[in-house]
């Protein structure tokens, strides 16, 4: 059973630092997800990781994925209050055979705060 | 972009009373549409999978009979919570993919129920 754990669950920032967000992962995969929600909104997609290694920049954030290590990292530059918000990794189940059942897994959720 | 678009986006009923929501892929045809519900403060939990044309395959714990879920068509696919309760109470979300395409999340149903 596929299981994904972020952390930290709760991150309270100061305006202008910088900090990580980390999701593990239990098995083999190689397409993994984050998203962006905001209170009592559905989730805004931020990230799509495909392949080992892969890294993708939007803004102030930064998602990596390092398959072999099953961990995904979403790193904020200068946080600013905007970035306010939950963020969710997903992993997607593969079989021995790389194909894609299609079902994604989420992580616990982090919800990030940042104040002045 | 592709599109989802769920509706209603808030219903509040009785208990006892079954409630319909709907999930449409509005630019590309959807082989596989996914429901999940959020619970306050919680992540989300997949509840089912559904294909076009074939039955839902559920998730270990998710009732059949009381959520029923419906895919006739490459753009509609339908959750129909029957005789909800209190405990149903809840944002349920759906999203659609194509064969090409990551899952893409229509805007979510909280469900209040009374």
């Known amino acids: 059973e596929l299981k994904v754990e972020q952390n930290p669950l709760f991150l309270s920032m100061q305006e202008g630092k910088n900090y990580t967000i980390y999701c593990n992962y239990s098995?083999?995969?190689?397409?993994l997800y984050w998203y962006r929600q905001d209170p009592g909104k559905s989730l805004e997609s931020l990230f799509v990781?495909?392949?080992?290694?892969a890294v993708k920049q939007e803004g102030r954030l930064m998602a990596s994925l390092d398959t072999k290590a099953r961990l995904s990292t979403l790193h904020i530059t200068a946080a600013v209050h905007d970035l306010s918000a939950t963020y969710f990794c997903?992993?997607?189940?593969?079989?021995?055979?790389?194909?894609?059942?299609?079902?994604?897994?989420f992580g616990q959720g982090t919800i990030l705060t940042v104040h002045p | 972009g592709a599109v989802v678009s769920q509706h209603p986006s808030w219903v509040i009923c009785k208990s006892g009373t079954s409630v319909k929501i709907e999930c449409r892929s509005l630019?590309?045809?959807?082989?596989?549409m996914f429901w999940y519900r959020q619970f306050p403060k919680q992540s989300l939990m997949l509840m089912a999978t559904?294909?076009?044309?074939?039955?839902?395959?559920?998730e270990q714990g998710v009732e059949k009979d009381k959520f029923l879920i419906n895919h006739a068509s490459l753009t509609l696919s339908t959750l129909t919570v029957t005789s909800a309760h209190p405990e149903d109470s809840s944002f349920y979300i759906c999203?659609?993919?194509?064969?090409?395409?990551?899952?893409?999340f229509g805007d979510g149903t909280r469900l209040s129920i009374l």
């Open positions: 999203s659609a993919r194509d064969l090409r395409q990551p899952q893409h």
């Open positions: 098995t083999t995969s190689d397409r």
């Open positions: 990781l495909l392949s080992n290694g």
């Open positions: 997903a992993v997607e189940g593969v079989n021995a055979g790389g194909t894609s059942y299609g079902k994604l897994t």
């Open positions: 630019d590309f045809q959807a082989t596989t």
């Open positions: 559904s294909n076009e044309g074939s039955k839902a395959t559920y």
